[in-house]
């Protein structure tokens, strides 16, 4: 059982920027998706599990940054640019233990994080 505890997010306005950040209790294979209302829950980035490869959303990539710091088992989403259809739920997730590789789909995680919203105004 991995548990996952998020922190950030918050109300910026267009052109902020936010960080997220989720701590594991055990290292694996790390992601952050997103939902809005309405909406299927998407992937905005993975990051593999020692770090040295990582994947981005096309509709996020150059504005945000995943990074992860393996001493303290937490993972950042670094947010710049930020735009109003960057409004979401941002969920934290982990694969399952023994699992390396990214993820790129939900069905790929194993455990989630409660969930933070972000908003950004126009």
């Known amino acids: 059982q991995v548990q996952l505890v998020e922190s950030g997010g918050g109300l910026v306005q267009a052109g902020g920027s936010l960080r997220l950040s989720c701590t594991a209790s055990?290292?694996?294979?790390m992601g952050w998706f997103r939902q809005a209302p309405g909406k299927e829950r998407d992937i905005v980035a993975g990051?593999?599990?020692?770090?040295?490869?990582?994947y981005y959303a096309d509709f996020v990539k150059g504005r945000f940054t995943i990074s992860r710091d393996n001493a303290e088992n937490t993972v950042y989403l670094q947010m710049n640019s930020l735009k109003p259809e960057d409004t979401a739920v941002y969920y934290c997730?982990?694969?399952?233990?023994?699992?390396?590789?990214?993820?790129?789909?939900?069905?790929?995680?194993?455990?989630w994080g409660q969930g933070t919203q972000v908003t950004v105004s126009s």
């Open positions: 997730a982990a694969r399952k233990m023994g699992d390396y590789g990214l993820g790129l789909d939900p069905s790929m995680y194993a455990y």
């Open positions: 990051i593999a599990f020692s770090g040295g490869r990582t």
């Open positions: 055990e290292r694996t294979p």
